[in-house]
């Protein structure tokens, strides 16, 4: 800490600067202190409105120039413009104050003095007046009081004060009572001296010491394709133009996001459980009445806000296991092998949480398809376990091959333990439906090796093929006999997101899993037990799902033309998203034999390959993020989800409404067409026979450019022609 004379140095410094031509005097008429400045505040220039209101009463700050004095006062009865008071606090302590019983200095005074000197930005009569001065009175009166809570608590409040000093003066102008930036300055840097700056302590949580399997997950279907069409969207808002006037999210299967109607009946239902006093409201059919007191007589305390047993509500998994036995023609379906789940996606990385074991070459491995959804590679990712690509046969309708999961098997057992076997079907993202002979061989293979076996069955009702039907792997399994049924462990996940139902947002979910062990049927439950419950509101919904109405009561006219025309609408769109791709050169899509999407595959040109690479992105990245830039679609690349190497697709949902899926499937065909104009050489064309003729198009009077292809093969693999 400084000496009294070491700052008396100082102070007379100070002083000698102020007698130099063209500072303002002492004797001049009136000592410019800052206990006088508020009394000039009518004299000082206005400079466009800056000084609207005086100084504010709640602090006054002064300063002595000729007794080197520097101080402030605070009045303990004045009030900030909320009405609270700053204290009963009343100090005045000062530098060199003639009579002073100690020669040592008040730390804390000082550095409020030159934090009342920011401020006021050093008194300085220039363009840029400090803070205090320019706001208005009650904001002035919030901003003094926040400042001197600061400087009589400690701290910061010097660092604060020469920060402000710093910033705070015209480096040109002096101020009234001649100070200048430097002089501030110094004095500032010389008080900082007493308590040195400490450094700033180091953040725990970076990316260096975040958990590493963390930052390993990765999810294409909200990935940087995403965040890239929310800026779009701002974009638009604020009025910034682009080549289209809105952003369709073709990136998800958010059914009701996409214009989808929800079914009004599953909607009366949830209405009366969320608001019970609507049971007396004739408004309502009776049946949805009945479900809705059943419901809520399950419920804790007869409401969906409370909690829910761990497992799920009791009579929920008794409906599920009912309509399990429905659905699969008798078989039994026992309600303690049932667990309610907030979505599939809550069960699907239970079950995986609970498998994963092992280090090394025992470390659980788990086969996945390829393409897959990445829900799975990102919690396979987030456990730190082993992924084993197996991969559809894109040339047979992404169809599982046995021998591709023998091959995936063996190559695994050299670096891990593959304990898992997850099978998606219908399939997302390729849409395609296995057939039972298929199943059974899974089913087989899965016995045969010892793996557990995981179905997603989330889109069972969204069949589209004539030639298609859904099996569950549960009733399969049990019609292959007991020696499969009673040995090969299986859990199987439904949703309420999908379907014909669309209710994404309840996040309602079941599995059902059989053969386990009853230890670690125990094990699970307590897994479970952590989060307490699923939202028991999602439960409920799930109940309407697996508890429809049937024949003979009063809803369900209304819901059965309700599924129908979602499911028929869906239909029609996948034949029509299928033929259309196909009409497109370079565009090859399988049939959506189920499922709610398309993934077609691209024919991408060597010369965007290279300007990916230059962008540092896959070239299916690339050539999504133009689409979306020019067009407005949003898709994810097949990158996201796994392909083989060397080719390229992208993932589209079917959900929008029939008229603007026509026009998103003919925009991707223009903007297809124009990406391979602009990335191929013209000897490409010639080899190719592609041929360029320019016509009038009278229907939109401009001219149109038709692209003839002759027997065009546009890609080394097989089977992947196009031809006119």
């Known amino acids: 800490m400084p000496s009294k004379e070491t700052l008396q140095i100082a102070l007379n410094s100070q002083k000698a600067e102020r007698t130099a031509p063209g500072w303002p005097q002492p004797n001049s008429g009136r000592s410019p ?5 508020s009394e000039d505040k009518e004299a000082a220039p206005s400079h466009s409105g800056s000084f609207r209101r005086p100084f504010p009463p709640l602090v006054r700050p002064r300063i002595g120039p000729a007794q080197g004095t520097l101080g402030l006062v605070v009045d303990p009865v004045r009030h900030t413009s909320s009405g609270s008071r700053l204290g009963n606090y009343k100090a005045q302590e000062s ?6 019983d100690s020669p040592a200095v008040g730390v804390r ?12 930005r050093c008194g300085c009569w220039c363009r840029s007046p400090g803070p205090v001065l320019s706001a208005r009175a009650s904001g002035a009166r919030r901003g003094v009081a926040r400042r001197w809570r600061q400087v009589f608590l400690g701290g910061r409040a010097m660092q604060r004060a020469a920060a402000l000093v710093r910033l705070g003066c015209c480096p040109r102008t002096p101020g009234p009572w001649g100070r200048s930036q430097s002089s501030a300055a110094a004095e500032a840097s010389a008080v900082l001296k007493v308590r040195p700056e400490r450094s700033r302590r180091e953040r725990i949580l970076t990316l260096e010491s975040m958990n590493p399997q963390v930052k390993a997950v990765e999810y294409a279907v909200r990935g940087p394709i995403v965040l890239k069409a929310g800026e779009i969207e ?5 009025g910034i133009k682009k080549p289209f006037t ?3 999210r073709a990136n998800i299967g958010d059914a009701q996001a996409m214009g989808q109607q929800p079914i009004t009946f599953l909607r009366q239902v949830m209405a009366l459980c969320t608001y019970p006093n609507l049971l007396d409201s004739p408004s309502f059919p009776e049946d949805a009445k009945k479900r809705a007191r059943r419901l809520l007589q399950a419920c804790g305390g007869n409401s969906l806000g409370s909690y829910s047993a761990s497992q799920g509500v009791n009579c929920i998994r008794e409906d599920v296991a009912a309509y399990i036995t429905r659905r699969d023609g008798g078989v039994p379906a026992d309600p303690d092998n049932i667990y309610l789940t907030t979505g599939a996606s809550d069960g699907i990385s239970t079950i995986l949480k609970i498998l994963v074991s092992g280090g090394g070459k025992s470390r659980t491995g788990v086969m996945i398809p390829i393409p897959q959804y990445p829900l799975y590679s990102a919690v396979i990712s987030e456990l730190d376990a082993i992924q084993v690509n197996y991969y559809l046969d894109e040339e047979n309708c992404w169809a599982l091959n046995v021998n591709e999961l023998r091959r995936a098997v063996q190559e695994a057992k050299d670096h891990c333990d593959p304990k898992v076997l997850c099978i998606i079907n219908p399939g997302n993202p390729t849409g395609q439906v296995q057939s039972r002979k298929c199943i059974e061989d899974v089913i087989h293979f899965a016995w045969e090796e010892k793996l557990f076996l995981m179905a997603d069955e989330v889109y069972q009702d969204n069949v589209y093929s004539p030639d298609c039907k859904f099996h569950s792997f549960k009733k399969v399994l049990y019609e292959m006999g007991p020696e499969y049924s009673s040995n090969v462990e299986l859990a199987s ?11 994404c947002g309840y996040r309602g979910g079941y599995m059902e899993v059989i053969n386990l062990h009853p230890e670690i049927k125990g094990q699970l439950v307590k897994l479970l037990s952590v989060r307490l419950c699923p939202p028991v509101s999602g439960q409920a919904a799930m109940d309407i799902v697996v508890n429809p109405p049937v024949p003979g009561e009063e809803s369900f006219e209304l819901f059965h033309r309700e599924k129908e025309s979602v499911l028929g609408n869906l239909a029609k769109k996948a034949k029509l998203t299928e033929d259309l791709f196909n009409q497109v050169p370079g565009i ?12 077609p595959r691209i024919f991408i040109p060597s010369k965007a390959v290279e300007a990916a690479q230059a962008h540092k992105m896959a070239p299916d990245m690339f050539y999504c993020m133009k689409l979306l830039e020019e067009t407005g679609i949003c898709v994810v690349p097949g990158s996201g989800f796994g392909q083989r190497e060397g080719t390229y697709h992208f993932r589209m949902t079917i959900l929008p409404p029939v008229e603007k899926l026509k026009t998103v499937l003919q925009k991707v065909k223009d903007f297809h067409i124009k990406f391979l104009e602009n990335n191929q050489s013209r000897r490409w064309k010639e080899q190719h026979n592609i041929l360029f003729i320019v016509l009038p198009d009278f229907s939109h009077t401009s001219l149109r450019v038709l692209i003839f292809y002759k027997t065009l093969v546009i890609d080394a693999s097989p089977n992947f022609k196009y031809s006119t």
Request: glycine share 16%.
């Open 33 to 37: 202190t800052l206990s006088t400045l």
């Open 95 to 100: 530098v060199g104050r003639p009579g002073a």
């Open 109 to 120: 005074s000082l550095g409020a003095g030159l934090c009342g000197l920011g401020a006021l």
């Open 234 to 238: 701002l974009e638009l808002q604020r």
């Open 246 to 248: 809105e952003v369709i």
């Open 493 to 503: 996940f439904h949703s309420t997101s999908k379907g014909y139902m669309g209710e």
């Open 588 to 599: 090859h899509c399988n049939p959506l034999q189920g499922a709610m999407y398309a993934f």
